[in-house]
């Protein structure tokens, strides 16, 4: 028998002008005949966060039985379909209560410094400890996103806390915190090239030319290379790109006309449920054309002023929180949790549809979903929300309700997930105490 096939590699790109689009795994890029397990048919491990602010109303979120087969409770319903992929783990908690300690805390393991001024200092968050050591072989080690930008806050938003430690969830180091990107123009720019100023990015908005136009040539030519399985594979990222492009234009046009009123940059959505689909849409391309393996997305700010009008609910989220026990305001907290939960359930779907090697985008991956606090109206540091969605290749097992001892360390489960992706730590910010069984 003679083998002619040869692979195509791994890091193959298609260049057209000022575009480069990495392409998803395809068959063609495994040698013939060699055991998977030695080729890029193993597929890489990917991870992730999501965070939520102002915690999960307490009584709807928490499974009532330990164990496997629990019963979803109303926030975490919409993620049932993917139970085999599901933990909940419950009573971890952060050191203090307040906002900004709530998300500087949440991923370091570690107390932030009181501070009004530039000298912050927190500890390098699970996310960026992650990307170094599975981050490094792809053109981006981690991607951080957002839909709320406080970054022109300065001095304290939140007693002696500097407005740094509510402005992103990861760090670098202890002093340094990573920058959220909310524009999706830019994000998509960042994967997939075609840089330019704002009036370029303008004048191409007018003109509605996609990026993968100037690809064409380059396509046809991998096309004729291609078996059927690969083709139809192929066929349907490129589709996912331009999919993602034109809602990026339309949330662009329809801003185009309130410029002088809005003072936003262009390919930030006018509204924040697209605005957060299209951010789920962008991290799930960065892992399927291997761009990045490590994502991390604050759904909302700590403290976020956003008002859910599309549930019927005209009061800020934060300010529902503060409900004073009112009646009418626990089932308004109940349904903007649900609807998180269902828009985080979409990204999911996304994942676990999209063929990776052997299996899906979340056979390969682990996302944590959760927020830095639980009863958003006393910033409770107790018994956090915490969502683990994941595969099993990637040493995970899924159905379970997993509860710890009251107060454990969140830097507990932190020091879990780091060492999954063989990070090798015995500790994890200066919080933990030990390892969580998972």
Sequence with gaps: MFISRKALPRRTVLRGLGATLALPLLEAMVPAMTASARTVANP???????????????????????????????????????????????????????????VSAWLSGAVPKKTFAEDVYSGETVDQVIARRIGQETPLP????????????????????????????????ATTPVPMEINPRVVFERLFGRPGTAAQRQQRMQTSKSILDSLTDDVRELERGLGARDLGRLDEYLHHVREVERRIEMSEKAGANSLLEVDAPFGIPESWEEHTRQMFELAALSYEADITRVASFMMAKDASMISYTNLGISE???????????????????????????LFAEFIERLSTTPDGDGSLLDHSLILFGSGMSEANTHSRLDLPTLLVGGHSVGFEGNRHVRTEPETPFANCLLTLANIYGCELESFGTLSTGELTL
């Excluded at 990917?46 to 164990?67: D, K």
């Design 142 to 173: 981690s991607l951080e996103l957002a839909t709320e930008d406080f970054t022109g806050y300065i001095g304290g938003c939140d007693t002696q806390y500097s407005c740094a430690y509510m402005n992103t969830i990861s760090w670098s180091s």
């Design 44 to 102: 890489p491990k990917r991870f992730g966060v999501v965070f939520v602010p102002l915690g999960e109303r307490p009584g709807f979120w928490t499974p009532a039985t330990v164990g496997s087969d629990f019963e979803f409770t109303p926030i975490l319903k919409p993620i049932e379909k993917y139970r085999e992929h599901v933990t909940v783990v419950s009573e971890l908690c952060n050191p203090l209560d307040g906002h900004a300690v709530s």
């Design 316 to 342: 800020p989220h934060h300010s529902t929180t503060h409900h004073l026990e009112l009646a009418e305001s626990i089932p308004n907290l109940v349904k903007i949790n649900t609807y998180h939960m269902t």
